[in-house]
């Protein structure tokens, strides 16, 4: 019922501005014109300007990537949304030379945006005057950061931004698919939140621990924040609260917080949120061209969306601990490793056999397959985002539940070997019993993994 009114107070809204005399361009052609121009650092960048035909004194938009390569036709929609609505819109090359998952420079990113701001205000078809920016996703903490820098900014647009840290905003987002897809249990929290929090202990994580609202707070200029009703990679619900928060403790009185019904992260339509339907929400390019040609009384006084629901709230990410860190770890995995190379090897020299071997053999086979599954699935829950993960039962993938099974018979044969350990040992050879205790000790080791990581949690 919600989504209804709004979709009628949009059309509504658009058809008294068409009465009222709002610019033309809506129904007008745009141009496109390709442009150099020098960053901050001296390089020269590329980028397209997208105007209304003929137009000169408009307000103007310098649009800001979100994270990737910045090459998407997302970007090419976006800018002719906004020539439809009378805007000109800037899309410029993004700076990819030092971009890695492990590194990213929002702050030099934000002065790249700058310097497509003075070279869009240099442009006859703008109002040098009326000139903003337009940040997705990444760009929603990019953007605020270039504006809180300028006083040539003369007004924000974000489109799917963050009031809350990177690392915290990709966790939420691995839990949110977990939980689309039906995923529960262990898993959810060893993999969509403790693979997050090793990726920025072993420094791994560009920008991971970020803060966005200090910034928020400083900024001055008029901003239009949009969430898509149906977000899943930025908690829409939790960071349309944050800026509300942070603008209304700096006494800010200059501010749009819209829901954006269907829509999904970028703004375009969705069925659930991870799907993308073609072209852009129904009301979203005018409803940005509409503020943009209302200031600054579209911005005044503030007005805020009721947020949009979540299946779960954003949790804040808890530091590594000393005995949880990067390197214990690896000491750790690694130490079981070798002693079950170890094992295997010494098991060559007869003297030195268990009576009974089947016990052990098993637990080592058991273990050394729980940890290469796991850092499998953990690398594949990293670096993609599926949303589909197959047959559950309980909860569980059939991966998971097959390594959950083969870490309860790793325990199951470590326990078998530690209650024979009297029997096994009695008139056994120095070699056997040291064999023994090195495979008691890291069987131990591999307990603890198992339990740190999940495999025997329920």
């Not at 439809?84 to 929002?106: F, M, N, Q, S, W």
């Not at 940890?371 to 998971?400: D, E, K, M, N």
Request: glycine letters at 12%.
């Amino acid at each position: 019922m919600l989504s209804i009114v709004r979709h009628i107070a949009v059309l509504v809204t658009l058809f008294a501005a068409v009465c009222c005399g709002m610019p033309s361009a809506y129904a007008q052609d745009h141009t496109t014109v390709e442009i150099t121009f020098a960053r901050g650092d001296g390089s020269t960048t590329t980028g397209t300007v997208h105007a209304p035909a003929g137009s000169t004194g408009r307000p103007g938009v310098v649009l800001v990537h979100g994270s990737g390569d910045g090459r998407s036709a997302h970007y090419v929609q976006t800018a002719e949304a906004f020539a439809r609505a009378g805007v000109v819109a800037l899309r410029y090359e993004k700076r990819t030379e030092g971009y890695t998952p492990a590194h990213r420079d929002y702050s030099l990113l934000a002065d790249d945006a700058l310097a497509g701001l003075a070279a869009l205000r240099s442009r006859p078809e703008v109002d040098p005057a009326r000139v903003g920016l337009w940040g997705l996703s990444e760009g929603g903490w990019v953007a605020p950061l270039a504006a809180s820098r300028s006083s040539d900014a003369a007004f924000l647009i974000t489109i799917g931004a963050n009031s809350v840290a990177p690392a915290t905003q990709q966790a939420w987002a691995n839990e949110t698919r977990f939980g689309a897809g039906g995923v529960r249990g262990s898993m959810v929290d060893a993999l969509a939140r403790n693979g997050i929090r090793h990726l920025v202990g072993a420094g791994q994580f560009a920008q991971a621990d970020y803060d966005p609202i200090p910034v928020l707070e400083r900024l001055r200029l008029p901003v239009l924040a949009i969430w898509g009703e149906h977000d899943r990679l930025t908690p829409p619900g939790d960071s349309l609260r944050g800026f509300r928060s942070a603008f209304d403790r700096a006494g800010k009185t200059n501010y749009t917080l819209v829901t954006l019904p269907g829509a999904q992260h970028g703004g375009q339509p969705t069925t659930d949120g991870f799907d993308k339907l073609p072209g852009l929400a129904p009301g979203y390019g005018e409803l940005m061209g509409q503020w943009v040609h209302g200031l600054p009384g579209s911005a005044t006084p503030p007005r805020a969306d009721p947020p949009a629901a979540q299946g779960h709230s954003v949790r804040d990410l808890a530091p590594l601990a000393w005995w949880e860190s990067a390197a214990v770890n690896l000491v750790l995995l690694g130490g079981i490793v070798l002693a079950f190379l170890g094992y295997a090897l010494t098991g060559a020299v007869r003297a030195w056999r268990l009576p009974d071997p089947r016990p052990a053999r098993i637990m080592v086979s058991a273990a050394t397959i729980g940890i290469i599954g796991t850092v499998v699935q953990l690398g594949y829950i990293l670096t993609t985002r599926a949303t589909s993960f197959g047959p559950l039962l309980f909860g569980r993938t059939l991966p998971w539940l097959a390594l959950q099974l083969v870490a309860v018979c790793a325990v199951l044969a470590l326990g078998l070997v530690l209650v024979r350990g009297r029997r096994t040992l009695t008139g056994a050879t120095r070699g056997a019993r040291t064999r023994w205790f090195v495979m008691a000790v890291s069987g131990t080791g591999f307990v603890l993994w198992a339990v740190y990581w999940g495999l025997l949690l329920p």
